[in-house]
């Protein structure tokens, strides 16, 4: 765990830094994939063949997850099965427990509620279904409410702490950041650049809160997530 300090240095390491070049060659290279197998599976459909078009989906999966993360097939559909699109670690799990009652928005699939749920903590999970992984799609969520944003304006969840993993590119998270109104927040998630949020979003976590530590995590490979343990600060920072 690392000690408190200013965000403008954690949310721009070298390590992320370094695979963003990766990462958009990875990209191209799948988009190329893609272009080249579309003809065969258009074909495949204007014919009604069933079998053949599930086939190529098969195959099509497969070559994402090598092509994106060196991965064998169902490798990475068996860590976001298990885990959502972030792995906790103990340590993790307990940092965040120890923030309970919890209201966590973009819950997915309900993985690390329950997770946390089980170590004890008290959760409201919620998603509005909008960005759940298509490989997890399919389980049971029993831990997780329909809902948004919305959610963190109510009565029910006024006393309880934020946590959002993993959010999805784009404006979930500042919203979120926006209606919330408690003192701790806790973030899981890469920096600026990464796969989460938006630059208003990291805006707003420099303006508004201070860091009170960082907790490693168990990413996927060529993942930089980690838990960001944050405190509102009391004059917003200029």
């Not at 309880?160 to 784009?170: N, Q």
Request: net charge positive.
């Amino acid at each position: 765990r690392s000690p408190s300090r200013g965000l403008g240095d954690v949310y721009k390491r070298q390590e992320l830094h370094h695979a963003l070049g990766e990462r958009a060659m990875r990209q191209k290279l799948l988009l190329e994939y893609l272009e080249e197998v579309r003809p065969r599976v258009l074909q495949a459909m204007s014919k009604g063949d069933h079998a053949s078009v599930q086939s190529m989906q098969e195959e099509i999966a497969a070559k994402q997850e090598a092509i994106l993360f060196d991965a064998l097939p169902g490798e990475r559909r068996r860590y976001l099965l298990q885990h959502g699109c972030a792995a906790w670690t103990e340590e993790a799990l307990h940092s965040c427990a120890s923030f309970s009652p919890l209201v966590e928005l973009g819950a997915g699939a309900g993985q690390w509620a329950r997770a946390l749920t089980a170590l004890g903590a008290d959760v409201a999970a919620y998603d509005d279904g909008s960005e759940i992984p298509q490989a997890v799609r399919g389980l049971r969520c029993e831990h997780v409410q329909h809902g948004g944003v919305e959610v963190l304006r109510s009565d029910a969840n006024k006393d309880r702490t934020l946590l959002l993993v993993y959010p999805p590119p784009g404006p979930m998270a500042a919203a979120a950041l926006k209606a919330y109104g408690g003192r701790f927040m806790l973030y899981v998630g890469e920096g600026r650049g990464g796969y989460n949020a938006d630059r208003s979003f990291f805006d707003a976590l420099e303006a508004n809160w201070r860091l009170k530590s960082v907790v490693r995590l168990a990413p996927f490979r060529g993942g930089f997530e980690k838990l960001y343990v944050l405190k509102r600060r009391s004059h917003p920072f200029k």
